[in-house]
DNA sequence: CTGAAAGCGCTAACAA
DNA sequence: TTGTTAGCGCTTTCAG
């Protein structure tokens, strides 16, 4: 069923149905109305195609996130779907697999579906691919911190403070060889979350001992391997470990359980992310809730923002906005807190 | 950059830049090269909407499952994805939060957009809408039990041998009375599970009781809950838990913990799944693997064959094709077996 | 082997 | 208020 078709059937012109689609108070009510009743028994749609040539308009986003199996992620695209799908608009959701390469493949694939804006998610992008993405002069909002050019939109979560409200409080439950199994991607967060456990250790004079940091995947594996390492190599244990993510953690945790070290009575643990297991491992483990869906919705508006000012053909170069969102500590039972513990999720 | 100016850079008309895009092999060797050499240095690409205008093809197809931060679901998503990416497709996977209403919403979206082809996980499409949606004539294929009518192509697991197989699991282990706290969706796998456990409960010569089955909601508070009121109803508690999803099983072993009761040698617990975190748990679940990833990858591979065979105008009505899979058990310490504990993942 | 022109379904400027 | 028509970017038939 087409334009046409419903046209013939009124007995009117394509332009007048055209008109009632786009700008029914053009139409005189009585054939508007009748036009209107063809369009709803045939449940007439127009072709998202032919309109999108015309319009240049997709009515389609892209988002492009490192991760597929990962709920924080997922939690993001949620939150970035529902202002989507309010304002009609359907999403592409590209997992990049934590690959570049697959990274810069989907947003050609994007770019030559001309969507109409673009989200990344810690974009892994260099100076000179965004550069040529930039040409294509697509809206783009960047969520999650990244190296990626600071002339976009972008939202961002202040990870520093959360590693350092972190590491105040395993200081504050009496720890003080405090270790670190730090992720190594995304590359930007981890760099912020290690500046903040050292500020606090400073600050509180505690020295900074390199040897009780380590780089390891973003996973549990990695916090497996680093934790046997680590305490493979030292002479003397840590009293607690602060890890950049929870997956970190529970790969610590079950590394410590098979080492015979009880957590957190021999050592305490704390992860970074709130997955939603951490309330459910042995023990609980006390983490730094971060506002995913937020950084979703709020990344999205600000999307639409830039897409409506397009439309509006307000073409002037504005400085780029950023938002920043701040984290949520979650005490539970690893951190060895006496008190603070009872959250039950 | 659209063809227009190609042809002119190239000192030829529009039809012969369309010629070395789809039928190279019409054009004269010299002329071809030098339009793909400047196809090549602007980095043209054709627009997709004024193709699908013509070819009435999108390169596009759809992805309904019923939850988004489910590792689960997403991997079957990543089959979905590696085989699309690699026929040069993308995929519109859409979230419907289990929701019906959603299903449906997402289903009208994805044809107003064209896809080439749908596919379904766990759809809770019933009689009517699945007509409607026949009518559109577009590929479909079904992955995992649903009671949508069965004149698609589908992929699906045999659920109820898993379920078997985890039951005679426990009996082995010595356990007798096993409770069973069945989730409620998707209904059909559900169902099919509860046949499998209760046809070997009997043919083991144990009486089914129904006051041991309990239907929960599929996640972890449903496990939570379901376990807690067994247990107070129970006079008696039994000896293991067959729990339909892992994530149930977490909740439940949560409730046992609390309870002061040990897992497993108080209550044995069992999950289904083979969630990522249930090697991770205290103790590490028992579960049955499914083949997630390879659901995907056989439902795209079927939507595929649709989809060429379409465009090969064979309109011939064939059979649907139906393709089961199996399950894998996963022995690990929850089901309190004495002898075949010892995997780490 | 190549070009002119029609047409895919729709929108919008221009006329009536 | 409505219709006619050009054009969005591309493919393909038909002539040449």
Redesign the interface.
């Given at each position: 069923m087409n334009i046409k078709q419903i046209a013939t059937a009124a007995g009117v012109s394509v332009a007048t149905v055209s008109r009632v689609l786009n700008h029914p108070e053009n139409v005189a009510p009585k054939t508007r109305e009748k036009i209107q009743k063809i369009i709803d028994e045939e449940e007439y749609?127009p072709?998202?195609?032919?309109q999108?040539?015309n319009f240049k308009r997709?009515k389609t986003i892209g988002l492009v996130l490192p991760q597929?199996?990962n709920?924080a992620n997922?939690?993001v695209?949620?939150g970035v779907?529902d202002v989507a799908r309010q304002k009609g608009y359907?999403?592409?959701?590209?997992?990049m697999e934590k690959d570049p390469k697959r990274e810069k493949e989907y947003l050609d694939?994007l770019i030559?579906?001309?969507v109409d804006g673009l989200i990344l998610l810690y974009s892994t992008l260099n100076e000179e691919y965004a550069s040529w993405i930039e040409e294509e002069n697509v809206p783009i909002v960047l969520i999650g911190e990244t190296k990626a050019r600071d002339s976009w939109d972008s939202v961002f979560v202040d990870c520093r403070a959360g590693a350092a409200e972190m590491t105040a409080h395993l200081i504050e439950c009496g720890h003080k060889r405090i270790a670190m199994l730090c992720g190594k991607d995304p590359e930007p967060e981890a760099k912020a979350m290690l500046q903040g456990y050292k500020n606090v250790l400073k600050a509180s004079g505690i020295k900074v001992e390199e040897h009780l940091i380590y780089q390891v995947n973003n996973n549990?594996e990695g916090g497996y391997i680093g934790m046997k390492k680590m305490i493979g190599n030292l002479p003397r244990k840590p009293d607690a470990v602060f890890a950049s993510s929870d997956e970190i953690a529970?790969g610590a945790?079950?590394a410590l359980?098979e080492m015979k070290l009880r957590v957190p009575e021999d050592i305490a643990v704390t992860g970074f992310g709130n997955d939603?297991?951490s309330s459910?491992?042995?023990p609980k483990v006390t983490t730094v809730e971060l506002p995913y869906r937020k950084m979703g919705i709020y990344g999205a508006r600000m999307l639409f923002d830039q897409i409506e000012e397009k439309q509006a053909k307000a073409e002037k170069r504005r400085r780029p906005k950023k938002i920043q969102l701040q984290t949520k500590m979650r005490v539970r039972k690893s951190c060895g807190h006496r008190e603070r513990i009872g959250e039950m999720f």
């Amino acid at each position: 069923m087409n334009i046409k078709q419903i046209a013939t059937a009124a007995g009117v012109s394509v332009a007048t149905v055209s008109r009632v689609l786009n700008h029914p108070e053009n139409v005189a009510p009585k054939t508007r109305e009748k036009i209107q009743k063809i369009i709803d028994e045939e449940e007439y749609t127009p072709n998202l195609f032919a309109q999108g040539l015309n319009f240049k308009r997709t009515k389609t986003i892209g988002l492009v996130l490192p991760q597929n199996i990962n709920s924080a992620n997922m939690e993001v695209a949620n939150g970035v779907e529902d202002v989507a799908r309010q304002k009609g608009y359907i999403t592409f959701i590209c997992n990049m697999e934590k690959d570049p390469k697959r990274e810069k493949e989907y947003l050609d694939q994007l770019i030559t579906r001309k969507v109409d804006g673009l989200i990344l998610l810690y974009s892994t992008l260099n100076e000179e691919y965004a550069s040529w993405i930039e040409e294509e002069n697509v809206p783009i909002v960047l969520i999650g911190e990244t190296k990626a050019r600071d002339s976009w939109d972008s939202v961002f979560v202040d990870c520093r403070a959360g590693a350092a409200e972190m590491t105040a409080h395993l200081i504050e439950c009496g720890h003080k060889r405090i270790a670190m199994l730090c992720g190594k991607d995304p590359e930007p967060e981890a760099k912020a979350m290690l500046q903040g456990y050292k500020n606090v250790l400073k600050a509180s004079g505690i020295k900074v001992e390199e040897h009780l940091i380590y780089q390891v995947n973003n996973n549990i594996e990695g916090g497996y391997i680093g934790m046997k390492k680590m305490i493979g190599n030292l002479p003397r244990k840590p009293d607690a470990v602060f890890a950049s993510s929870d997956e970190i953690a529970y790969g610590a945790i079950d590394a410590l359980k098979e080492m015979k070290l009880r957590v957190p009575e021999d050592i305490a643990v704390t992860g970074f992310g709130n997955d939603r297991m951490s309330s459910l491992m042995e023990p609980k483990v006390t983490t730094v809730e971060l506002p995913y869906r937020k950084m979703g919705i709020y990344g999205a508006r600000m999307l639409f923002d830039q897409i409506e000012e397009k439309q509006a053909k307000a073409e002037k170069r504005r400085r780029p906005k950023k938002i920043q969102l701040q984290t949520k500590m979650r005490v539970r039972k690893s951190c060895g807190h006496r008190e603070r513990i009872g959250e039950m999720f």
